[in-house]
C-alpha cells in the first residue's frame, strides 16, 4: 500500500458514504487528516521518530484504538471510532470489508474550528468564568484519571530528571542561535537544582498518586467551547509524555495561555484548579513545569531553522517564534520566589522606566511609577504635561515627598499582600531610598536599588525623542539634567550586595539580563 494511493482515495468524496460536497486535508509530521463534511478521518504516518513508533500497520491499528479510548475520556461524544481500510483483489480500497485490511483510520465528528479556545480568545468572547469550567472539568478529569503501577514508575522522579537533561542535551547546538548562552546556561543551572532540591516532594507526589494518565497536550487549540467543552487530541503515542504529575498538565495550558497574551485567564484558571484539587504543592512546582514546557516549545519550534528549503524571512519568523518561548521559559526561572522590593534610581533619561518593563515579568513584579502616581495623586493625566522649572510647581518638594510616601505605602501593602514590587522614580533622595530599604526589612523582604547611568550624549537623545513624542508621563527634559544632577544625593547607606549599578547605554535585553542574574543569584 503506497501512501500516494492511500491518500488519493481519502481525498476523493465520493469514497464516503456520507456523501461530503468536499474533502480538506491537513498534514502534520506524525498524520494525514482528512476533513469530510461534518467527519473526519485521520490515518497515521507510517513513521518512527524515536519517541513514536507507527512503522507496522500492528502498531498503527494499536494507536488509533489507544487514540479513541484515551480521547474519549475528555471528548466522548467526538471520538466515533476505528474503521479498517480494505483492498480487494483489484487494488481497489474500501470501507466495505472486500479484500485484505491496509489501513486504519480514527473516525471523529467535526468540530466547529471558530469555536476553539484559542480563536475566542482573540476575539474576546470568553469570560474568566469559562477558564473556572476548564478548570472544574480538568480537576474531575485527573482525580478519575489511572495512576498507580506503571504510571506511577515511568512519570516519576527519573523520567522528569531525564527529560529536563534531555532538553538541555538537544538544545546544546541552537545556543546562540534561538537562545542566548547566559539564558541557557541559568535555565540548566536553575531546572537541575531544583529537582536536586526538590527531589523528596517529586517522590512524594509519586507516593500520593498525583501522576495521572494524563491528557499530555493540553493547550489552546485542543479545547473547544460548543456544547460543554471538549479537550481533544491527548498524547496516545507515548506513556512518558502522557504519564504526568497533575501539576505539569495545568502548568502546560497555563504556559500557552501566557506565550499568547493571556496570562490574566491563566491566573484565574490556576486559581480556580487550586481551589478545586485542594492541591496545596501546586504553587511550588507551576513555575518549574511552566518552564519545562516553554523551553520544550522554544526547543522544537527551533529543530525547524535548521531546513534548507526555508526561505529566509521564514526562517526568522520561527528563530523569532523560539527565542519567545525561551524567553518564557526564562521568566519563569527567574520569578521571585518571596516577596521583594526593588527600587528604581538614576537621572532622568537613563532607561530606568525600560529596565523596570523588561524587568517586571521576568520577576513576576508589579511596577508602582512615580511619574504616574504624581499625577494621579493631583488628578491629572499622566500624558498631561507640565514642563515646570526644575523642583518648582508639581515637582516641589512637598509634592515630592507626598509622591515617594504614598508609593511606599503602597508598595509596602503588596508586599504584606505577597508581591514583589519594582519602586520605578529617580529616588535622588537618600531619605527616600533608606526609608523603601528599612520598609523591605521591617517585612523581612528581599531589597535592591537598581541605579542606572549613561553617557551624556545618550541621556540628551533620550530626553529629546521622549519631550517630542509626548507620549511618556515623564516630564523630564534635557535642560533640567544639571539641575537634578546637583539635587541628587550620594548613594549612601546601601550595602553593597543590594546595589545594582547598570550602564544603560548598551542592548537592552543584556542590561536587563544583568540586573537580573544579580537580584536571583547574587553574581
Known amino acids: 500500500m503506497t501512501s500516494q494511493k492511500l491518500i488519493a482515495f481519502l481525498s476523493d468524496p465520493s469514497c464516503y458514504p456520507h456523501g461530503p460536497q ?17 467527519r473526519v478521518f485521520k490515518i497515521k504516518k507510517p513513521v518512527n521518530f524515536g519517541f513514536l513508533d507507527f512503522t507496522t500497520l500492528e502498531k498503527r491499528e494499536f494507536y488509533c484504538r489507544e487514540e479513541l479510548r484515551l480521547n474519549r475520556r475528555l471528548a466522548e461524544d467526538i471520538y466515533l471510532g476505528v474503521l479498517p481500510i480494505h483492498e480487494d483483489g483489484n487494488g481497489n480500497l474500501n470501507w466495505e470489508g472486500r479484500g485484505d485490511v491496509v489501513e486504519y483510520a480514527v473516525l471523529m465528528k467535526r468540530i466547529p474550528e471558530d469555536r476553539m479556545l484559542g480563536s475566542l480568545l482573540s476575539k474576546k468572547e470568553v469570560e474568566p468564568a469559562v477558564m473556572e469550567r476548564i478548570a472544574a472539568k480538568i480537576c474531575r478529569f ?5 495512576t498507580g503501577g506503571e504510571i506511577d514508575e515511568i512519570g516519576g522522579f527519573e523520567t522528569v530528571r531525564r527529560n529536563h537533561e534531555e532538553n538541555f542535551e538537544q538544545t546544546e547546538p541552537y545556543v546562540g542561535i534561538t537562545i542566548p548562552r547566559r539564558e541557557y546556561d541559568f535555565l540548566r543551572a536553575w531546572a537541575l537544582g531544583f529537582l536536586e532540591a526538590r527531589e523528596p516532594l517529586f517522590r512524594k507526589r509519586v507516593r500520593e498518586h498525583r501522576i495521572r494518565e494524563c491528557h499530555g497536550d493540553l493547550h489552546l487549540q485542543h479545547i473547544c467551547l460548543t456544547d460543554g467543552i471538549v479537550i481533544f487530541d491527548c498524547i496516545e503515542f507515548n506513556k512518558r509524555f502522557r504519564y504526568l504529575d497533575t501539576a505539569a498538565e495545568v502548568a502546560f495550558l497555563a504556559m500557552d495561555l501566557d506565550f499568547h497574551g493571556y496570562g490574566g485567564f491563566g491566573r484565574v484558571f490556576l486559581d480556580a484548579y487550586l481551589r478545586e484539587s485542594g492541591d496545596a504543592e501546586l504553587p511550588v512546582l507551576l513555575p518549574f513545569y511552566q518552564c519545562y514546557f516553554a523551553f520544550v516549545r522554544g526547543k522544537v519550534t527551533g529543530f525547524r531553522v535548521g531546513d534548507p528549503g526555508l526561505a529566509p524571512a521564514e526562517r526568522k519568523g520561527i528563530e523569532d517564534e523560539a527565542r519567545r518561548y525561551f524567553r518564557l521559559a526564562f521568566s519563569y526561572g527567574t520569578r521571585l520566589d518571596r ?7 538614576g537621572w532622568m ?4 522606566s525600560l529596565v523596570a518593563r523588561c524587568l517586571a515579568p521576568l520577576l513576576g513584579a508589579e511596577i508602582l511609577r512615580m511619574d504616574v502616581l504624581r499625577k494621579e495623586l493631583l488628578e491629572i493625566s499622566p500624558t498631561d504635561h507640565h514642563y515646570e522649572e526644575f523642583g518648582k510647581g508639581i515637582y516641589g518638594e512637598e509634592m515630592n515627598r ?14 504584606k499582600e505577597g508581591r514583589s514590587v519594582i519602586l ?6 537618600g531619605r527616600d531610598r533608606l526609608a523603601a530599604m528599612e520598609a523591605a526589612a521591617s ?3 528581599p531589597f535592591f536599588m537598581v541605579y542606572c547611568f549613561a553617557p551624556d550624549e545618550v541621556l540628551r537623545r533620550r530626553l529629546e525623542k521622549r519631550k517630542q513624542s509626548g507620549m511618556d508621563a515623564s516630564d523630564g527634559r534635557w535642560e533640567l ?13 546601601i550595602p553593597r550586595e543590594s546595589l545594582i549599578t547598570l550602564d544603560t547605554s548598551g542592548k537592552i535585553d543584556e542590561i536587563t539580563d544583568r540586573a537580573l542574574l544579580r537580584i536571583r543569584t547574587g553574581r
Open 349 to 352: 533619561g537613563t532607561g530606568k
Open 142 to 146: 485527573h482525580g478519575d484519571a489511572s
Open 424 to 429: 520605578d522614580g529617580s529616588f535622588r533622595s
Open 339 to 345: 516577596p521583594t522590593l526593588i527600587v528604581m534610581s
Open 443 to 445: 517585612l523581612s523582604a
Open 481 to 493: 539634567l544639571e539641575s537634578q544632577k546637583k539635587s541628587f544625593d550620594p548613594i549612601e547607606g
Open 402 to 415: 507626598r509622591t515617594y510616601e504614598e508609593g511606599l505605602r503602597r508598595a509596602t501593602a503588596l508586599l
Open 22 to 38: 468536499s474533502v480538506h486535508t491537513v498534514e502534520t509530521h506524525i498524520s494525514h487528516v482528512f476533513i469530510a463534511g461534518d
